[in-house]
């Protein structure tokens, strides 16, 4: 069988849907300062925490359990109406002379503490602190400086911490009487840098992947997790209850599978909610690239802006790696004129930064094979410590046209079965640029793990062949500077 019924369109009435289209020019801007992406260390047990599980709709004291374990809060609630600045679904409200604590140990210690906060809907300006217990909540003493907080838009406040033994932090509302704010991704980072499990691999990455861009338009469910609807920042349940056994339907997106398989080596990862902004070097921006190490967006379906392409090619340029995934020509799920074949061409053709700078170009075609067309030799992503890629799938897929003249480091990875290894009609394919790493796969089938959000019709590509999860996970980890 093919899996033809993933590639669903939105049916209009008497007509036939073009995915492809003529684009209008797109305003250049100066590129962003060069940021090369941070090293990240590990965030503790349980976080960071999106506030996104859990219900409290009264400003009256209590205790309610999150992901990360019970939290009290007092004068405070759990916002979730237009109002309230928030990644997920919920951020924390809080009023008055407000407290929002923990009411449990983190026994990693911990290095930093960072917080996102922001003003509540037109209310005025408050003030708060990050206040730390290291004997279980008898004594409290304050974190680094008092953190005014004016802006509707979310900001990050880090607090040093450098602290190893068991931790706990409270955030005290200290002045702005009923002016509310809210406080969101409360993360802890473990002091030292430790992890649980480690990475077999060396050093834990942050891995973001795109919810931002159509990923669940019509019948499509490119994303770890969805929460009412929502691709979440932090998939629920916390990735920090993630085993050696857990299942992929830990979490309900239809490449859960790959982001579990991630956590479970240590890594930590996060997803872009809709809405969220593709930014490089925009330190007020929790969610900017430069906090990354590696960026997956798997079939996009909303054409990026002028400034979103100008971020992700300067992130990679400055030492990022980004998985592209592709589908098929027409499979525009959301009839706005853009599939991912046409998006991705639009980025590479049309940044302020370089012309196609990964040195490729995706092709209009639609194709359904089984290859074992693959690259022979030493090849990190071919033959990586999750093992040896034989064969790559495609029920309805796309090829790439590769470009060495743009891109001197751009091969082939997989061709279709009757392709001679070359320049032409390749299934997936690398390439190097400037510091950074770039991968792309012609196909969302592959990555599929046939779980996803109620009524959604998905297939198991994923458990398809044993290539499949060794490709994206071999991949993922090169993306990362890992093998």
């Known amino acids: 069988m093919t899996f033809s019924a993933r590639c669903l369109i939105a049916p209009l009435l008497g007509a036939v849907l073009l995915g ?43 205790s309610v359990t999150l992901g990360s374990g ?82 509707t838009a979310l900001a990050t406040a880090t607090f040093t911490v450098n602290q190893s033994g068991s931790l706990r932090f409270q955030v005290r509302k200290v002045s702005g009487g009923t002016n509310r704010l809210n406080l969101d991704n409360f993360d802890v980072q473990q002091y030292g840098g430790g992890t649980t499990p480690p990475p077999p691999t060396g050093t834990a990455k942050k891995f973001l992947f795109d919810g931002s861009h159509g990923e669940l338009a019509g019948n499509a469910d490119w994303v770890l997790d969805v929460n009412s609807g929502v691709a979440s920042r932090y998939p629920s349940p916390a990735q920090s209850g993630i085993t050696s056994s857990s299942p992929e339907t830990y979490w309900t997106g239809a490449i859960s599978a790959w982001g579990v398989a991630l ?71 959301n009839n706005d ?72 480091s751009v091969q082939g990875l997989i061709w279709r079965s009757t392709a001679t290894q070359g320049n032409s009609l390749a299934m997936a394919a690398s390439c190097t640029y400037g510091a950074g790493r770039v991968v792309i796969v012609g196909d969302s089938s592959p990555a599929d793990d046939g779980t996803g959000s109620p009524g959604n019709t998905v297939y198991d590509g994923w458990g398809e062949n044993v290539s499949h999860p060794r490709l994206h996970l071999n991949a993922s980890l090169w993306l990362a500077k890992l093998q």
């Open 337 to 408: 004129g853009y599939d991912s074949p046409d998006i991705w061409n639009d980025l590479m053709a049309n940044n302020s930064v370089q012309a196609n700078p990964f040195g490729f170009k995706v092709n209009l075609d639609n194709i359904v094979e089984n290859s074992s067309n693959v690259r022979a030799g030493a090849n990190p992503i071919l033959n990586g410590s999750q093992g040896a890629v034989s064969q790559l799938s495609f029920h309805n897929g796309a090829t790439m046209t590769l470009n060495p003249t743009a891109n001197s």
């Open 20 to 62: 492809s289209c003529s684009k209008s020019e797109l305003t250049s801007i100066s590129p962003a300062p060069a940021v090369a992406p941070t090293t990240q260390s590990a965030s503790a047990t349980g976080f960071p925490e999106g506030f996104d599980t859990g219900t409290k709709t009264a400003y009256t004291t209590g």
């Open 263 to 333: 956590a479970k080596q240590g890594h930590t990862v996060e997803q872009l909610p809709a809405g969220g902004a593709i930014s490089y070097g925009n330190t007020a921006n929790p969610q900017d690239l430069a906090n990354y190490s590696v960026f997956v967006v798997d079939e996009p379906n909303i054409i990026f802006t002028a400034s979103e392409k100008t971020a992700i090619v300067n992130f990679v340029k400055n030492g990022g790696g980004l998985f592209m995934i592709s589908d098929h020509d027409v499979s525009d799920r």
């Open 70 to 151: 019970s939290w009290t809060l007092n004068d405070a609630l759990l916002g979730n109406t237009t109002a309230d600045p928030k990644t997920g679904t919920q951020s924390v409200r809080v009023r008055n002379l407000g407290v929002v604590g923990m009411n449990f140990n983190t026994t990693t210690g911990a290095s930093t503490v960072t917080v996102s906060h922001a003003v509540y809907g037109t209310d005025g300006a408050s003030t708060w602190e990050l206040w730390k217990s290291a004997d279980s909540g008898a004594t409290y003493a304050k974190v680094g400086s008092t953190v005014t907080t004016s802006s």
